[in-house]
């Protein structure tokens, strides 16, 4: 009876050690994902594996899993320099907050937030710099579900400065061609439509105004990509 309960403690505590082991690797895990990014890391990057990284993030954000940050650390060390992986496009609304969507950390991500996330020149150029001078190897246009922004270019909303802004949404709604169903903002489908291709809008207008861009694209040193934010669940859907 005693050997018994002898075998049968040791399995007790030997399974509480691989327990443990476990926990201990997963937390080394979340070290090596939560640090700052270094430029031979970068440089060792492609988009598609940054795409991937952004997907991965995601899906963790999606089932409340982030990574634990020490953010002290994080800030002493992207001091010394900044390698971020991506640049992404977003809209102004507070309900997307970027890094934490994708999981990312202080250094990882440049970011442009512009009501529509529409593109102008000052966008542009923020996006050559991140890419071309700072070595970025994605671009991500990120629209959302629900945005004000496309429901008030859908109804023509004018109103000081938002008025020329909204005007670089509406080609979007004009480029969808013939639509049977209800073309205003009340419209769920109507307004998921016009805010997808929007962001279709804007990643032509990159390549088209960027000849940096596109032809840092062209020789496979970025990827541009487009992607919906779904506010009501938290995924991010890619193009």
């Known amino acids: 009876m005693r050997s018994l309960t002898l075998i049968l403690f040791s399995a007790l505590l030997f399974s509480s050690c691989s327990e443990n082991k476990k ?30 990284l952004l997907k991965e993030g995601n899906d963790r954000f999606v089932k409340g899993e982030l990574t634990v940050k020490d953010v002290p650390k994080q800030i002493i060390e992207a001091s010394k320099g900044q390698y971020p992986k991506a640049v992404i496009l977003s809209c102004l609304d507070s309900r997307v907050p970027i890094e934490k969507v994708f999981d ?5 991500v440049f970011v442009a937030r512009v009501a529509g996330n529409i593109v102008n020149t000052d966008i542009l150029a923020s996006m050559e710099y991140g890419c071309k001078v700072s070595g970025a190897k994605l671009i991500v246009v990120l629209g959302h579900s629900d945005c004000g922004a496309v429901k008030s270019a ?20 004009d480029s969808l061609g013939p639509y049977s169903g209800e073309k205003t903002s009340k419209n769920k489908e109507f307004v998921e439509k016009v805010s997808n291709e929007n962001v279709r809008t804007a990643i032509d207008n990159i390549r088209l105004n960027s000849p940096i861009l596109k032809e840092m694209e062209d020789k496979g040193e970025i990827k541009i990509v487009g992607a919906v934010y779904d506010i009501d669940n938290g995924k991010v859907k890619f193009y």
Do not use: F, H, Y
Request: proline share 4%; charged share 35%; no cysteine.
């Open 104 to 108: 990312r950390s202080i250094g990882d």
């Open 23 to 52: 926990e201990e690797v997963k937390q080394d895990e979340q070290v090596r994902l939560d640090k700052v990014m270094t430029q031979e890391e970068q440089k060792s990057l492609t988009p598609e594996k940054v795409l991937t």
């Open 154 to 173: 859908i109804d023509n909303v004018q109103l000081g400065n938002i008025t020329e802004l909204l005007a670089k949404i509406r080609p979007s709604i």
